[in-house]
């Protein structure tokens, strides 16, 4: 598996990372405990080394599934996990808040580390940006952290540019977490030139587009209530049957290159900088095999303008968001 660097501190990882919301939140169907940490084990065997959680998954529970899965090989994976929600006590779906007070911080992160079955985070995020705690006082309790040795680095997800600079003044930033991907591309505008201005890295979440740019979805796909994507505007019936002709241009592509359209999606994010490490999420270790061929599909340079080209052509339907969950990102 090749290898990219996140950041000035050289927090190295493999070049695809392995997001595991799946295995225990949001998406409908309850999955067997001991199969997924099986799917983890055989995730690391194929030189995937870098886990994506929290503590909102579950909640609770994904952190826990990822310490019993890893903690028997913990020098050979990263992890990142993340705090910013005031969770219900008891474990229940849903929160209370945002919480990224400084007490709160540091204990989210010393159950985090119990949950995990480890005396370090590698890399810790700000799940969401609190406005009611000034982002100094967040990245200095990261820093305390650091310097305690309960953290390694530091990370934001879904900050605005403005807020991710003073943070960045007080503790370093290694990596960005934001939604990126061939149907979303906002980033391109404003976050891509300050990350690479600051030697910030960018770990796309959702780089499938939560599942839409596989092709296994359509407007006649039905979602579970349960499923996070059911309240989202981009996965409406009438919003993805729109969104069919986003996945032609990929699949066009992938019968020339022997690939799916899956692999063509994550070969054109990976192209993108060599510092960003897209995190595709799964439960079967099929998908997740389509997923690493990505890692060495190499696309040609005007492979990547036939795609930019031809995905302009296609204007995504539908928010990413709904209106309460679209106030959460760029504070």
């Not at 030189?47 to 994506?52: I, L, Q, R, S, Y």
């Not at 999420?281 to 095999?289: A, D, N, Q, S, V």
Request: with cysteine; hydrophobic share 40%.
């Amino acid at each position: 598996m090749k290898k990219r660097t996140l950041g000035k501190n050289g927090l190295e990882v493999s070049a695809l990372g392995f997001g595991s919301m799946g295995m225990s939140a949001s998406y409908g169907v309850r999955q067997d405990e001991t199969e997924m940490m099986a799917l983890c084990r055989a995730v690391v065997d194929r030189g995937v080394t870098f886990f994506d959680t929290a503590e909102s998954y579950g909640p609770f529970t994904n952190e826990t599934l990822l310490g019993k899965a890893l903690s028997p090989i913990r020098e050979q994976v990263v992890i990142a996990t993340k705090f910013g929600f005031q969770l219900n006590p008891d474990g229940s779906p849903g929160w209370q808040g945002l919480n990224s007070r400084p007490e709160h911080l540091r204990e989210v992160v010393e159950a985090s580390l119990r949950r995990l079955q480890t005396d370090y985070i590698d890399l810790l995020y700000q799940h969401r940006v609190d406005p009611a705690v000034p982002i100094e006082d967040v990245a200095g309790t990261v820093k305390e952290l650091i310097g305690q040795g309960k953290v390694r680095h530091f990370g934001m997800s879904e900050p605005s540019m403005a807020t991710l600079r003073r943070a960045h003044a007080v503790q370093p930033v290694t990596a960005l977490q934001n939604e990126y991907s061939i149907w979303w591309r906002a980033p391109e505008a404003e976050i891509l030139p300050t990350l690479e201005e600051l030697g910030i890295g960018l770990v796309p979440y959702s780089p499938l587009g939560r599942g839409f740019l596989t092709g296994a979805m359509d407007a006649s796909t039905t979602l579970a209530s349960d499923d996070f994507r059911a309240a989202l505007p981009r996965f409406s019936p009438e919003a993805m049957k729109a969104n069919q002709a986003l996945i032609a241009v990929l699949a066009e592509l992938g019968r020339k290159r022997n690939a799916t359209p899956a692999q063509i999606a994550l070969g054109w994010l990976l192209a993108q900088k060599p510092w960003v490490v897209p995190i595709p999420g799964t439960t079967k270790l099929t998908r997740f095999e389509e997923n690493i061929g990505a890692v060495d599909l190499d696309l040609t340079a005007d492979e990547l303008h036939e795609i930019g080209v031809a995905a302009a052509q296609v204007p995504v339907q539908g928010d990413r968001y709904p209106e309460h969950l679209q106030k959460l990102v760029g504070g």
